[in-house]
C-alpha cells in the first residue's frame, strides 16, 4: 500500500488547509495522520476506523481539525482550522490493517503504512 499526502503549505495564524491522503489500493484500513515539527518527536493527530469511522483526536486539535475518509476514493482527509504557529510541521497520514478500535490509533507502532510528509507552516 502506498500513501501520497498533498495539501499542505504556508498559511496565516487563524487560517484553514485541507489535507489529503490517498492510498494506492482500497483498504479497509484504519487512518491515521501524525505530525512532526522541527526537533520534536512525531505526535498523533487523528485518526478514523474504516467501517464505523470513529474518530479520536489529539487534546491539542479537537475542535479545530476533523478527520474525515471517502472509502469509494480510498481517501483520507484531515481539515484544519484556526491554525496556530504551533501546529507548524511535516504531517503525516498512517495506514494499518491490524486494528479497528480507535482507541489503538494514537500509537505510531500500529500502523504498517506511512506516506510521505506535507509541511504546513503556519505563520504569526
Known amino acids: 500500500v502506498q500513501l501520497q499526502a498533498s495539501g499542505g503549505g504556508l498559511v496565516q495564524a487563524g487560517g484553514s488547509l485541507r489535507l489529503s491522503c490517498a492510498a494506492s489500493?482500497?483498504?479497509?484500513?484504519?487512518m491515521g495522520w501524525f505530525r512532526q515539527a522541527p526537533g520534536r518527536e512525531r505526535e498523533f493527530v487523528a485518526t478514523i476506523t474504516w467501517s464505523v469511522g470513529s474518530t479520536d483526536y489529539a487534546d491539542s486539535v479537537k475542535g479545530r481539525f476533523t478527520i474525515s475518509r471517502d472509502n469509494a476514493k480510498n481517501t483520507v482527509y484531515l481539515q484544519m482550522n484556526s491554525l496556530k504557529p504551533e501546529d507548524t510541521a511535516v504531517y503525516y497520514c498512517?495506514?494499518?490493517?491490524?486494528?479497528?478500535?480507535?482507541?489503538?490509533?494514537?500509537?505510531?507502532?500500529?500502523?504498517?503504512?506511512w506516506g510521505q510528509g506535507t509541511l504546513v507552516t503556519v505563520s504569526s
Open positions: 489500493v482500497r483498504s479497509r484500513y484504519t
Open positions: 498512517a495506514a494499518s490493517p491490524r486494528f479497528s478500535a480507535v482507541v489503538d490509533g494514537a500509537r505510531a507502532a500500529n500502523y504498517d503504512y
